[in-house]
């Protein structure tokens, strides 16, 4: 079983920059992706950003590349999602996964374990 908090959601205007933070406690292993999804209302939950356990494969959606970028410390099972020129397009609930697997996938089902979300609110 893997646990997983999310938190350093908020409100912030366009331009601006925020920074997520996952605490994952639990059963991770060498073989745990892990990945940021959002969900904004009325909308299905969609993939942002995923990064394999080492760290040397990284995956966005197209609409957050170049903006977002995805990182991880194993040492304090950390994972961190660093968010710059925020849009309000990309206010959503943002959630934490992880899936026992060595690939980044892009589909909510591939994904085992996840967070509650944090809120993350861009105004105009």
């Known amino acids: 079983q893997v646990q997983l908090v999310e938190s350093g959601g908020g409100l912030v205007q366009a331009g601006g920059s925020l920074r997520l933070t996952c605490a994952a406690s639990g059963s991770i292993s060498r073989t745990t992706t892990m990945a940021w999804f959002r969900q904004a209302p009325g909308q299905e939950r969609e993939f942002a950003a995923g990064?394999?356990?080492?760290?040397?494969?990284?995956m966005y959606a197209d609409s957050v590349k170049g903006r977002f970028t995805i990182s991880r410390d194993n040492a304090q099972n950390m994972v961190y999602l660093q968010m710059n020129s925020l849009k309000p397009e990309d206010t959503a609930v943002y959630y934490c996964a992880a899936r026992t697997a060595r690939m980044i996938v892009n589909l909510v089902a591939m994904y085992d374990y996840w967070g509650r979300g944090t809120q993350v609110t861009v105004s105009s």
């Open positions: 990064i394999s356990w080492s760290g040397d494969r990284r």
